[in-house]
């Protein structure tokens, strides 16, 4: 069974600090990794997406992907108060796209 | 982009009866899929809705409880069957414009079965 592991949380950090969220996969011939951040009540929404070992940097978020350890995280710099929200690690396994349970980040002005 | 249209955004509905959940696309898709999340929970995946044919389901979820239909590409349908409060969640109507690419959702629906 494809499996995508994430710390629950909460992960609390105070506002201008570094959130660092982890997620580890167990298919191996995954391609594709994606982040999507959930506010409560709401839909998820894409904020990241990396398909290449490395990192990949976009304004305050940075993917970083290493399919040798089938691990990826998402760092958050700056945190602000409104990245408060529920993190969601997906991995592409062929078809749809698999999820984490998520994780919990909590950033406190 | 992708712009998806889901209704009903949520309803109360009674134990037994059936639920249908349609989702509208602005533009032709290949995959369309739908996905659970129950309270507190992520997202499970129910099935993919494939056009011109019966979809398909993942474990643990079967058509008879959860069909869903189809007809062309830029539409889809699920249809929560025979309610009972375990099937209180949020449904998520998702699609994918290229392959191994991100998804786009709608706005989901929040069932509350009584």
């Known amino acids: 069974q494809k499996e995508v592991e994430q710390n629950s949380g909460p992960l609390s950090v105070p506002e201008g600090a570094i959130a660092s969220l982890n997620c580890t996969y167990s298919d191996r011939v995954s391609q594709s990794f994606f982040w999507y951040r959930q506010y409560s009540g709401k839909s998820p929404e894409l904020i990241m997406s990396?398909?290449?070992?490395g990192d990949k940097e976009d304004g305050r978020f940075t993917a970083q992907l290493n399919k040798a350890s089938q691990y990826v995280s998402l760092l958050i710099r700056d945190s602000q108060p409104s990245d408060s929200a529920t993190y969601l690690c997906a991995v592409g396994a062929g078809t749809a796209l698999i999820f984490g349970k998520g994780t919990t980040l909590s950033v406190s002005s | 982009s992708a712009v998806i249209s889901q209704k009903p955004s949520r309803d109360i509905c009674q134990r037994g009866t059936s639920l249908t959940i349609q989702c509208q696309v602005d533009?032709?898709?290949?995959?369309m899929f739908w996905y659970r999340q129950q309270p507190g929970q992520s997202l499970t995946l129910i099935a993919t809705a494939n056009q011109g044919s019966e979809a398909t389901y993942e474990s643990g979820f079967v058509i008879d409880k959860f069909p869903i239909s189809r007809p062309n590409l830029t539409f889809s349908t699920l249809t929560v069957s025979n309610m009972s409060p375990e099937d209180s969640s949020i449904y998520l109507c998702?699609?994918?414009?290229?392959?191994?690419?991100?998804?786009?959702f709608g706005s989901g629906t929040q069932l509350s079965v009584l």
């Open positions: 998702s699609v994918e414009l290229r392959a191994n690419e991100k998804l786009f």
């Open positions: 990396i398909y290449s070992n």
């Open positions: 533009s032709q898709v290949t995959m």
